[in-house]
């Protein structure tokens, strides 16, 4: 089946401590997201790739970071310089013409303590 | 700029109720418009969308139609069931070269009773 895989679904850190969150499609898609949800906000884009080794911050990249050195594969890692990281992420995909519609994976819930 | 709103939560509903959800849009140009469904602990699921005006999509008895002169995408159901509980968002998108970046809303959340 084709789809959008997360890893872990729900992760625990200390505060300081940086970590990568997975995101995985065999959907053949050119364009991956990476979007934070927190508590009556909706949906905030963190990052995107059009292509892959390219990628261009969203509205609130600051403390997080991203690399795209495959085209399945797009990791997120929080920072420590990321002032409130616990939230649930969630990474997309969409393909690079068509519909454009984004596909969505499970999503992560990350809690900082 | 571009941005989206909906109406706020949560909805309350009996089941077979009717549904609607307000979503109203402002952008530049001419968007694409998408109703998202989250069930709890998930992620979004594409429920239905429109590309342009006049437009109306549908997917599992819901419906909404692409209202350029009220700038409008309101979500409706006939009957709900309880299965419908779930995050409702509401999105554009505007064609910009190849950048292709969804606008959300905030979010309604719909809770239907038996």
């Known amino acids: 089946d084709g789809g959008i895989t997360q890893s872990p679904k729900y992760l625990f850190r200390k505060e300081g401590q940086n970590v990568t969150l997975s995101c995985e499609q065999n959907l053949n898609h050119d364009a991956m997201y990476w979007y934070r949800q927190d508590p009556g906000q909706g949906l905030r884009l963190i990052y995107y790739s059009q292509i892959v080794n390219d990628f261009q911050k969203g509205d609130i990249a600051e403390g997080y970071s991203v690399s795209r050195e495959k085209k399945e594969s797009f990791p997120l890692t929080v920072t420590s310089a990321q002032k409130n990281p616990t939230a649930f992420y969630l990474c997309a995909s969409s393909a690079a013409s068509g519909s454009y519609e984004q596909y969505f994976g499970p999503g992560t819930r990350l809690t900082v303590t | 700029g571009n941005s989206v709103t909906q109406m706020e939560g949560p909805v309350t509903l009996s089941e077979e109720a009717f549904l609607t959800i307000n979503c109203t849009y402002t952008?530049?140009?001419?968007?694409?418009l998408f109703w998202y469904v989250q069930y709890p602990g998930e992620g979004l699921q594409l429920l239905l969308k429109?590309?342009?005006?006049?437009d109306k999509g549908s997917n599992k008895g819901f419906e909404a139609t692409y209202r350029k002169e009220t700038t409008s995408f309101h979500l409706e159901k006939g009957s709900v069931q309880v299965s419908d509980s779930a995050v409702y968002f509401c999105a554009l998108r505007v064609y910009r070269g190849a950048t292709n970046k969804l606008i959300f809303g905030t979010g309604t959340l719909l809770a239907v009773q038996p």
């Open positions: 952008a530049t140009g001419y968007p694409s």
């Open positions: 429109a590309t342009k005006a006049d």
